[in-house]
């Protein structure tokens, strides 16, 4: 699997959005963009993923660029509640037998501020 | 919601003793994973099992064993459990095919080793 590069940490005001980006320049054309976050104390929960279309769902954007090697995850309306380390995977999506796993770097920690 | 149960949120043991770590998911998934965390390290992964009765080494399988008798069960063995096993351990599972990015992970079994 690829590996990512994500900055330590970031600050964000509550209300606003916040963007948090992800480079992955060896990224291959069968693998996925994975994002993750884990609230403190908590396990991780799973936000988004995408190929190369830009998706949306009920929690988060992911906006790949066209050449794949970099994404931006974004909370459109930060909450305080949003604070935790987010973390960008990338990975073949569909692979069998040792290639199930995940591998998670040291992710962003976002801090939402009043 | 998908639910997946880890049987203990906190436990202490003494130098020797023999863990068990029970996670149990409720979503019929074919897939189910052993992480540790500790602070500074991320997750890794201990073991994982994509079928009932098949297992396949993490990155970190030494000192651990696992047991998945059923498809919704899958419990991670300390045989002799040492200080260094003091950690965050995080069961997830999650369906396989395209789907087998998306883990659904546990609350977290926090172990501490005397």
């Known amino acids: 699997d690829a590996k990512t590069t994500q900055p330590p940490s970031m600050d964000c005001a509550e209300g606003r959005a916040a963007n948090l980006p992800c480079n992955h320049s060896t990224i291959s054309g069968n693998e996925y963009v994975y994002w993750y976050r884990q609230i403190h104390s908590q396990g991780p929960q799973y936000i988004i993923h995408g190929l190369k279309n830009n998706e949306t769902n009920e929690m988060a954007s992911l906006i790949i660029t066209e050449d794949r090697k970099s994404s931006t995850l974004i909370l459109p309306h930060a909450t305080l509640r949003d604070t935790a380390v987010y973390y960008c995977?990338?990975?073949?999506?569909?692979?069998?037998?040792?290639?199930?796993?995940?591998?998670f770097g040291k992710g962003t920690l976002l801090t939402v501020n009043p | 919601d998908v639910k997946v149960t880890q049987s203990s949120r906190y436990l202490v043991k003494r130098t020797g003793e023999k863990v068990f770590l029970e996670c149990v998911q409720d979503?019929?998934?074919?897939?189910m994973f052993w992480y540790r965390q500790d602070p500074g390290l991320g997750l890794r992964l201990i073991y994982f099992?994509?079928?009932?009765?098949?297992?396949e080494k993490g990155d970190i399988p030494e000192g651990y064993s696992v047991s998945r008798e059923k498809k919704e069960r899958f419990s991670l063995i300390l045989e002799s459990a040492s200080t260094n096993q003091t950690s965050m351990y995080l069961c997830a599972s999650s369906l396989l095919g395209l789907a087998a990015g998306e883990l659904f992970f546990g609350e977290g079994s926090r172990l501490t080793v005397l």
């Open positions: 099992s994509y079928d009932v009765k098949m297992k």
């Open positions: 995977i990338v990975r073949v999506a569909d692979s069998g037998g040792s290639n199930y796993k995940l591998t």
């Open positions: 979503m019929d998934h074919e897939n």
